[in-house]
């Protein structure tokens, strides 16, 4: 494009995309925004993948994100578009993932009318995303996609929504050009401050440091590893954060949220200094803000966040430092002045290993015994997506993630993330072993995307946990009301046969012995595999619940 090139808004659209670094973009169309499409036709820098849900869609842009380090883009219509895709821009925003979602809206004129399919998307969005925008000129399009993709890389990463007029994105403008590509800012920490961090890690008995969050990424990950080993300092995952350092690390301690390994949570209680870096310290890091109180009496607690705004907006930090994950892992590698060595990073480490060692159970198909399976024969660098339930439990506590980005989870706690992230990685990662996790009810709100995979050619593992039930709600429902099951129970279709109309290969599994011998078989080939797995009820959790244990407890 040059500057005295005449092109309708949604031509321009794209070219501030390309000029961006988008290399790709999700979407389920929409007439909304033809004009966008049209331009993506004339456009081979940019591959245009076609979802069949737009809650699927914008899943895809958030793993992307994620992966990148740059804004998923996501595209869809209006009204019951733009509502399916909310989902991903709640994710985006709990997980810290840059992301853009744009929205095809009605024609300038028609607005406030309560036209067809009209929703004030400003008002909608605001609340679950860092800005929501309409651009209404379209001579205003490159300050607004800098704008957004600057705001949605900055501080804390996250979405930003923009809505696109009909009629606006076929506008003509001319002399208009693309800005420049915008890059993260990069803020380096204070030297007095990293210099107060290591006066108070000297002085530390008992140090715990907890992971991984916004902006973090493979340099800050190789820094953080480097000066924590040199310390011998324990490191513990945030929640769904587990491939923060590698677990081959020898100062991994494990990963805080749901069933964590008592014992790692018993060492961050007798913690002196808790060092948080790029973690929010969120509610299921922290079990509902007890494990580490916001107040942390007894504790000193240093805060280490790219965004101003999170240091100390829930959590009290006897230090806070403002910094980019990598300058500030960077710094802290690069430190001169000795800090003794603990002996409790190699400590924890064991705890760690003991802990993720999967002991053989009595079941017939026994969900930790699967994921000995899957470490014996799948690469340690696979990248295993999961929504959300309780079926994911077996991998936080027993698989070792290795590689970088190697974990697609959902800390909203959002089911349905699994298919649609493995979707995004297997097109973002061809050479690598993608795996996507879901329970019975899980894959069922996003399993159309399997159409998405196979349309696109995309080599990837799915394991289907089919215990006929919402298992984490379940499970609570036992606890709180005993044998009183009331809509948890889920009839299920052939999942397997399920796939194989999709076009992927699949196989019914109801036994430890069928498992390896399926996944040996999944692993030879390529394109669409799942296995689905047909467990029992009463295996209800990686932690051990089961429903004859919570209502034995229940009659005391």
Request: overall charge negative; proline content about 6%.
């Amino acid at each position: 494009m040059t500057d005295s090139q005449t092109v309708n808004g949604g031509r321009l659209l794209v070219d501030c995309l390309i000029e961006q670094g988008c290399d790709r973009i999700f979407t389920v169309p929409g007439e909304s925004f033809l004009a966008v499409l049209d331009a993506l036709h004339d456009s081979p820098e940019v591959q245009t993948v076609v979802c069949r849900q737009e809650g699927g869609a914008a899943f895809m842009a958030c793993a992307d994100g994620t992966m990148t380090g740059r804004p998923g883009v996501c595209f869809v219509t209006r009204g019951p578009g733009a509502t399916n895709a909310s989902i991903g821009v709640h994710v985006a925003m709990q997980d810290s993932q840059p992301m853009i979602l744009f929205i095809g809206d009605v024609d300038r004129a028609m607005r406030d009318r309560e036209g067809f399919q009209e929703v004030d998307f400003q008002a909608m969005f605001a609340p679950l995303c860092k800005w929501a925008a309409r651009i209404d000129d379209a001579a205003r399009i490159p300050e607004y996609v800098a704008r957004a993709w600057a705001t949605a890389l900055a501080g804390r990463p996250g979405p930003v929504v923009l809505a696109l007029p009909e009629d606006m994105l076929l506008d003509q403008v001319s002399g208009i050009m693309p800005r420049p590509a915008i890059h993260r800012p990069a803020q380096v920490p204070c030297p007095d401050a990293m210099g107060t961090l290591m006066d108070l890690l000297a002085d530390a008995a008992a140090p715990v440091a907890i992971v991984g969050g916004a902006g973090w990424h493979a340099k800050a990950r190789e820094h953080f590893t480097e000066f924590a080993e040199r310390i011998g300092l324990p490191v513990a995952g945030a929640f769904r954060r587990q491939d923060a350092i590698a677990n081959s690390s020898p100062v991994w301690a494990g990963n805080l949220g749901y069933g964590p390994n008592p014992k790692l949570v018993e060492r961050i209680k007798l913690a002196d200094l808790v060092l948080v870096v790029g973690a929010r310290l969120g509610e299921a890091t922290t079990d509902g803000y007890t494990l580490i109180t916001p107040d942390h009496p007894g504790q000193t607690l240093i805060h280490v966040h790219p965004d101003p705004e999170e240091l100390g907006r829930v959590y009290r930090p006897d230090l806070a430092i403002c910094a980019d994950m990598t300058e500030f892992a960077e710094a802290a590698a690069l430190w001169d002045d000795d800090v003794v060595p603990f002996d409790a990073g190699e400590e924890a480490h064991l705890e760690w290993l003991e802990w993720s060692t999967p002991r053989p159970g009595a079941y017939a198909l026994d969900m930790a015994s699967c994921v000995a399976a899957m470490r014996d024969l799948l690469p340690d660098d696979s990248i295993i997506c999961n929504g959300a339930g309780n079926f994911s439990g077996w991998w936080h506590r027993f698989w070792h993630y290795n590689g970088f980005p190697c974990q697609l989870a959902p800390t909203a706690g959002a089911m349905g993330y699994g298919v649609p992230a493995a979707v995004a990685a297997a097109l973002r990662h061809p050479e690598r072993t993608v795996v996507a996790l879901a329970g019975d009810g899980d894959f069922l709100m996003n399993g159309q995307e399997l159409a998405t995979a196979v349309q696109h050619g995309c080599d990837l593992i799915v394991m289907l946990v089919d215990n006929g039930a919402y298992g984490t709600i379940r499970m609570h429902q036992e606890r709180e009301f005993p044998e009183r099951v009331s809509a948890t129970t889920l009839a299920n279709p052939d999942f397997a046969a399920l796939a194989r109309a999709f076009g992927g290969w699949a196989q019914r599994v109801e036994t430890t012995a069928e498992f390896t011998a399926a996944l040996t078989e999944a692993k030879e080939r390529g394109g669409l595999r799942l296995l689905h797995l047909v467990i029992e009820l009463e295996q209800l959790s990686a932690a051990g619940a089961t429903v004859s244990g919570l209502r034995a407890r229940a009659r005391g």
